[in-house]
């Protein structure tokens, strides 16, 4: 079965705000329902494969215990500095049992603290077995507050 096209915001040509954020060292924030119905948000790493936002994260995980494959999450990467940019998917999950450390995590650790860094992170913790959180966005959207003709990003 072939999955739904990706929304307009992820197909190429994105927009140069739409990759930076994909592309950043900001965490995507994770949003999601927990099965006593309780709203629940965490930062994760994350990985953009051209196709899903894969995120890892490790096998045990209390917040795995609240997530299903199928499930239509949320997230949300946004900048803290005005003026803000931000990008909200939201699309159904698979998750992916991996054996060790997944490539998406290693991946996001070379982008997040740097390649050196990230390659001595993933060598400090070992090969703990993780999960890939794999969401396919099938809604997208951009907000920039700096195209707002009322913001101007140059001091007074």
Do not use: N
């Amino acid at each position: 079965m072939t999955p739904p096209p990706l929304p307009e915001a992820l197909t190429d040509p994105m927009a140069r705000g739409v990759r930076l954020l994909l592309d950043s060292r900001i965490p995507v924030r994770l949003a999601w329902t927990a099965h006593d119905a309780s709203p629940r948000v965490a930062p994760l790493w994350h990985h953009w494969d051209g196709e899903t936002l894969a995120m890892a994260t490790f096998a045990g995980a209390k917040k795995l215990r609240g997530i299903a494959d199928g499930d239509v999450l949320a997230a949300t990467i946004d900048t803290e500095q005005f003026p803000y940019r931000s990008l909200t998917v939201r699309g159904p999950v698979t998750l992916e049992p991996t054996d060790g450390l997944a490539d998406e995590y290693r991946q996001a650790a070379a982008r997040f603290v740097g390649p050196v860094a990230g390659a001595q992170w993933c060598a400090f913790l070992g090969e703990p077995d993780q999960v890939v959180i794999r969401l396919r966005p099938t809604f997208a959207q951009y907000s920039d507050m700096a195209s707002s003709p009322f913001v101007t990003t140059s001091p007074d």
